[in-house]
């Protein structure tokens, strides 16, 4: 029996790759990417500070006069009472206020750290190499939650001689790693008895179904209900113990997610265009040109006759061109998708602004099948 050629063996395994990947199920995610717990939260710390031991390169006094109120401040706390004339002179170089913000991780308990950012609030160059002193941080409600110390690490460098410089990042924010030490855990109700409440990511009817029945199909009927497009409550078991056991097995199942809605993002600012999957047009017929319009003026120099009693003088000439380039019309077929339209616009070289226009006025005449979204 002949032996096959290598090429066929290629072309073979090539067909079975696409046929396996055509017959793949739609792709899945846990419900842990899809939904959070709603009472289990990410809070919000900030504070005010500063940050001593910079070499020069701290606040100026004499423009923020607040880093130097706050030091003397924290060297009345600390039983060092400074004489009137040389407080009212002291101008610290090495000293920058800071405020210094953080994230509170749900369950978070007192002793655990957890990372700050430390940034400049007066006119510092330079926060590298500085260390921040104690400094509390407060939540929403005026609490002290945390205390902060450490040295702070600046992503960049930077260096200056005889009027010249060079910087590399921003040297006037930096972050410490496990720079503050929790001191009081936030109350929570999950602890408490009654149902868990699963809030979506993205709001979806049919996602939300899908995610309780992907529940009750696991637990039993009864345990999910979809309430609406965003909420989805669980019968959860009331100790605490088996309700967190019971919703990392929740939070693990899989989920096929709704297809998104067609939806065209424009950044008018920047240009940027993103369209979406599933964004079709109607049966619409698009003539886009550009006009232009240039101004140009030149001066030119009057010479009198040298007899004469002229004298010479600059007169401008200005020269005013309009020009209209040749528009390009497209045809695009009832339950055209997007690759044919982005084939099209290339194709026609549409700048990021044209395409803007073009979409909108898709929009306008009901041809663009999607949700268009300035930003």
């Known amino acids: ?18 046929l396996v990947w055509a017959l793949a199920p739609a792709q899945a995610a846990a419900i842990r990417d899809l939904a959070s717990v709603q009472g289990v939260r990410v809070n919000q710390l900030v504070g005010y500070g500063l940050v001593v031991g910079l070499g020069g390169t701290g606040d100026q006094a004499t423009q923020v006069p607040y880093t130097t109120q706050s030091l003397l401040s924290m060297f009345q706390r600390l039983g060092i009472n400074l004489p009137p004339g040389v407080a009212s002179n002291l101008q610290p170089k090495d000293v920058a206020a800071v405020m210094i913000t953080a994230n509170l991780p749900p369950f978070s308990q007192p002793g655990q750290q957890i990372n700050i950012t430390v940034s400049a609030v007066g006119n510092a160059a330079s926060l590298a190499g500085g260390t921040l002193l104690m400094t509390p941080l407060k939540g929403a409600d005026g609490q002290t939650y945390a205390v902060a110390q450490g040295n702070v690490v600046v992503s960049g460098f930077g260096a200056s001689s005889g009027g010249n410089s060079t910087q590399v990042n921003f040297l006037t924010a930096g972050m410490i790693a496990n720079g503050a030490t929790v001191e009081r855990a936030v ?3 999950f602890d408490q008895a009654g149902p868990i409440s699963l809030s979506l990511n993205t709001p979806s009817f049919g996602t939300a179904s899908r995610v309780a029945d992907r529940i009750n199909q696991q637990f039993g009927a009864g345990t999910a209900t979809a309430l609406n497009a965003g909420v989805i409550q669980v019968q959860a078991p009331l100790t605490a113990g088996a309700r967190t056991a019971f919703l990392g097995q929740v939070e693990a199942l899989d989920v096929t997610p709704e297809s998104p809605p067609a939806k065209v993002v424009i950044d008018a600012r920047s240009g940027t265009v993103v369209l979406g999957q599933n964004v079709t047009l109607g049966a619409c017929a698009v003539a886009h040109g550009n006009l232009s319009v240039t101004i140009s003026t030149q001066y030119e ?6 007899l004469g009693a002229g004298q010479t003088a600059v007169v401008p000439k200005t020269d005013v061109k309009a020009k209209a380039d040749k528009a390009n019309l497209l045809m ?3 339950g055209v998708t997007l690759e044919a339209v982005v084939r099209a616009l290339n194709a026609v070289g549409a700048a990021p602004n044209d395409l803007i226009a073009i979409l909108q006025a898709m929009k306008a005449a009901g041809a663009l099948h999607a949700q268009l979204d300035v930003i």
């Open 1 to 18: 029996m002949p032996s096959l050629p290598l090429r066929f063996f290629l072309r073979l395994a090539s067909v079975l790759t696409l």
């Open 187 to 189: 109350a929570s109700n």
């Open 332 to 334: 695009f077929n009832p």
């Open 301 to 306: 120099v009057s010479q009198p006759n040298p």
